[in-house]
């Protein structure tokens, strides 16, 4: 027999139809089971990102939009804003750099407008929300959780009077005569300065400025909202951006500056802030990961992006000022800090930690009575990872 017999055993007979296999009721619906996650999955994930993509376009038409009011008050064209150097009352900005810090009477800040807090993030320390306190040498504030750094004054250092001894009564002739023993001198505290890394083209004292004064005025918006204190300049242009200060570090992590809930939220300073009358102003932003509010202030950790872009404008309502980049650090949420210093040591301490810390060189010292505003915003390189841009407020 040929071995290409095939067998007939298995074939259809005659008015038959070959049989499927057919899958067991249990795992047919395991399939079905299967898919709808998969679907739901999908779905989710996809209303998601455009939930976010929304979110991120609503927040970037609303400060657009800040802008061209701002803008509109002038009469100038928000296209060719950067090009007309034009303070914030409609004069010569070199003239308001000289301006005197503002008073804490002053500063529409200090008395923020009650709002509605909606928290959204547990910070380390949220800026913008509880009333800013006068904050004494001996006063501690209570360390807060996340987005907001805890704070707290360092105790001021009061010279006590040694009491009077009294000597006995002697006669002329039987005092001796002595000589004065000198005091013996201290060495000052050194700040630290850097000797290799800086732009050969920045200037020794202050930091190459390179962006252009926008006609921004401050007062005129204060009436619309009362509490917008300033109005931060930067980066190329990536941060133009409003700085609230509310009644507590909560609020303004989850609402824009018109109070419109919203992730984005706002740049804000600390609640507990004068604005700039302390030594330290913080600034918050979230660290949006499409690049908004302060979403690529981590561009500072390179030495080449800051030898391109050394300073911030800050608009206020007592003027305008130049924030001169003092040093980029990473910390984590953990790290407190100091609105006030009230000791020229502890002042030039915390400037030296913070230059030796720095992932850049800059030429920049502040020296005891400098003001410094820091920019202070999330990081991925760690657990509750911060990064700090500290700067120099110019006088």
């Known amino acids: 027999m040929g071995t290409d017999t095939k067998r007939t055993d298995d074939l259809p007979k005659k008015g038959q139809s070959r049989k499927r296999a057919v899958l067991p009721k249990k795992y047919k619906i395991l399939y079905v089971l299967v898919l709808l996650v998969l679907l739901g999955v999908i779905g989710f994930s996809g209303y998601k990102v455009i939930s976010q993509l929304m979110v991120y376009r609503e927040a970037e038409a609303a400060y657009d939009d800040l802008l061209k009011e701002l803008m509109n008050m002038t009469g100038t064209d ?11 009352e409609g004069t010569d900005p070199a003239a308001s750099q000289t301006e005197d810090l503002p008073s804490s009477s002053d500063q529409p800040g ?35 959780t996340d987005p907001v750094p805890s704070q707290t004054d360092p105790p001021a250092t009061q010279p006590q009077t040694p009491a009077p001894t009294q000597q006995p009564t002697q006669k002329p002739t039987q005092t001796p005569t002595q000589k004065p023993t000198p005091a013996p001198t201290q060495k000052p505290t050194q700040p630290y300065v850097p000797t290799e890394g800086v732009s050969v083209d920045a200037p020794h004292t202050q930091a190459a400025d390179n962006l252009g004064w926008l006609p921004i005025s401050v007062r005129s918006m204060q009436d619309h909202y009362p509490e917008m204190v300033a109005y931060l300049q930067g980066m190329d242009g990536a941060v133009t951006l409003p700085v609230m200060q509310g009644r507590d570090n909560e609020y303004y992590l989850t609402h824009l500056y018109n109070g419109v809930p ?37 561009k500072y950790k390179t030495q080449s992006y800051y030898n391109k872009n ?16 003092v040093a980029a650090v990473y910390t984590n949420a953990s790290e407190g800090f100091y609105f006030n210093y009230y000791t020229k040591d502890n002042y ?48």
Do not use: W
């Open 348 to 395: 030039d301490k915390a400037v030296t930690d913070y230059k030796t810390r720095s992932l850049i060189r800059t030429n920049i010292t502040p020296v005891y009575g400098d003001k410094l505003v820091i920019l202070y915003t999330c990081s991925y390189q760690e657990t509750d990872g911060r990064f700090l841009v500290i700067c120099r407020v110019a006088s």
């Open 78 to 88: 928000p296209a060719n804003s950067g090009e007309e150097l034009v303070s914030s």
């Open 310 to 325: 050394q300073v911030f404008h800050l608009y206020t309502a007592n003027g305008n000022y130049i924030l001169e980049v």
């Open 262 to 298: 919203n992730g984005c939220g706002a740049l804000f300073v600390d609640a507990r802030n004068h604005f700039l009358q302390d030594d330290v102003t913080l600034i918050y932003g979230h660290h949006m990961r499409n690049g908004s509010m302060f979403g690529q202030l981590e």
């Open 110 to 144: 200090s008395s923020p407008a009650a709002t509605d807090p909606v928290p959204s993030e547990t910070p380390a320390e949220t800026p913008a929300e509880t009333p800013a306190q006068p904050q004494t040498p001996e006063e501690t504030l209570p360390v807060q």
